[in-house]
Each structure stands twice: as structure tokens, then as C-alpha cells.
Antibody, heavy 120, light 108 residues
Framework: EGQLVESGGGLVQPGGSLRLSCAAS????????MSWVRQAPGKGLEWVSV???????YYGESVKGRFTISRDNSKNTLYLQMNSLRVEDTAMYYC???????????????WGQGTMVTVS | DIQMTQSPASLSASVGERVTITCRAS??????LNWYQQKPGKSPKLLIY???SLQSGVPSRFSGSGSGTDFTLTISSLQPEDFATYYC??????????FGGGTKVEIK
């Protein structure tokens, strides 16, 4: 089974930028849809972005225009460029494989361990 | 965007009890509904996909049902390792995926 390892989190000031990475092993990101999901401290899961293809990416309303999802097939890695960061962007950021077609639905079947982003 | 509402937000139950968690979508999502389990300090784990299909390796005491707007996750006999937070998630809207607010299952 595959594995995802996130990195790049840290402490950043409001208005700053950060780029998160998600390295995949055991499968190729090129052949899969990939997403970012975040979780603020003590809160629930919030979908952030999905990469279907180079010209087919989508974002949650709270990050639209500020975050950019991308992929490097040669490195088998997914990225999340985060600009104009706000205090409310403080969260654990998870990379997930999916949506993956499963039965009559699409789900996130592999998750990374997460990387913490603190905006303060 | 499709809003997912879970109830209750939390519940207390004893080992061996039957537990039911509800998830309601703001519009019909057919069977595009998944359930995840998250334990403290861990990443989420897929339990059920397509409203009622058990992910490989998940114990059979977990089951899901529903379609359209109303869905249920049931744990037939709660075990100590089941104390966690459970989230529903819709994938009907491919451009705006969303999760429910979560249900925390605690020990009574």
C-alpha cells in the first residue's frame, strides 16, 4: 500500500507564504487525483484543494485566490503554495490520495501524517 | 456548496453498546458518502465508502446505510479501540468536496 509524507510546515507571520510538500511512495501521483485537507486545532476536517489535472484544480472558498495546488511527476510529489496567510489558516495540513473511485463514490483512501502550519 | 451536518456532535457510550451517528446532506448526494475515523493525534482513516461498503480491513461491527440526503453510521457493539471522532464526507460535488462537523465518541 502507498504512503504519503508531508513536510514544509512551520511558523509564519500573517501575510507570509509557505509551500507544503507531499511525497508519495508505493504509487504514482500522476495516475491519481490528490487533495489537501486541513484541521484547525480542536476542530473538524476541512477540505482545502484537489488536483485532477494541470488545468483542473479546485479550492475551498476560504483559500481560493491565495493557495495553489500543483504536482511534480518527476518527484512524485504534490505541493500546496500558500500565500497571504491568515491567523485562521493555522492548522494541521494533510495530504490525501483521492478522490479515488470506490464503488459508487469517490473517497480519500490514503492519508499522510500531516504537517503543522502556525500563522502568528 | 453542499453542507454536511452530523449529529450528535458528541456522545458517551459503554463498551458493548450499539452506537448510531447520523449525517445529513443539504441536497441529494445519492450514495456519494464516505465515513472516516480519526483518533487523537492521528490522521483520518477511511471506514466506509459509497454509503455502505466496508473498506478492506475494517471490522464488520461497522456498517453504513442511507442514500439521498440521510445517512447513518452504526457500530453494532462498541469496542475500546472505537473511541474516536467520526466524520462523514460527500464526494458528489467534485469541485467542492466537504466534510461533516464530526461526532466524538467518548467512554461513559
Amino acid at each position: 500500500e502507498g504512503q504519503l509524507v508531508e513536510s514544509g510546515g512551520g511558523l509564519v507571520q500573517p501575510g507570509g507564504s509557505l509551500r507544503l510538500s507531499c511525497a508519495a511512495s508505493g504509487f504514482t501521483v500522476r495516475n491519481n487525483y490528490m487533495s489537501w485537507v486541513r484541521q484547525a486545532p480542536g476542530k473538524g476536517l476541512e477540505w482545502v484543494s484537489v488536483f485532477y489535472s494541470d488545468h483542473n484544480t479546485y479550492y475551498g472558498e476560504s483559500v481560493k485566490g491565495r493557495f495553489t495546488i500543483s504536482r511534480d511527476n518527476s518527484k512524485n510529489t504534490l505541493y500546496l503554495q500558500m500565500n497571504s496567510l491568515r491567523v485562521e489558516d493555522t492548522a494541521m495540513y494533510y495530504c490525501a490520495r483521492g478522490p479515488v473511485l470506490m464503488g459508487a463514490s469517490d473517497a480519500f483512501d490514503i492519508w499522510g501524517q500531516g504537517t503543522m502550519v502556525t500563522v502568528s | 456548496d453542499i453542507q454536511m451536518t452530523q449529529s450528535p456532535a458528541s456522545l458517551s457510550a459503554s463498551v458493548g453498546e450499539r452506537v448510531t451517528i447520523t449525517c445529513r446532506a443539504s441536497q441529494s448526494i445519492r450514495s456519494y458518502l464516505n465515513w472516516y475515523q480519526q483518533k487523537p493525534g492521528k490522521s483520518p482513516k477511511l471506514l466506509i465508502y459509497s454509503a455502505s461498503s466496508l473498506q478492506s480491513g475494517v471490522p464488520s461491527r461497522f456498517s453504513g446505510s442511507g442514500s439521498g440526503t440521510d445517512f447513518t453510521l452504526t457500530i453494532s457493539s462498541l469496542q475500546p479501540e472505537d473511541f474516536a471522532t467520526y466524520y462523514c464526507q460527500q464526494s458528489y460535488s467534485a469541485h467542492a468536496l466537504s466534510f461533516g462537523g464530526g461526532t466524538k465518541v467518548e467512554i461513559k
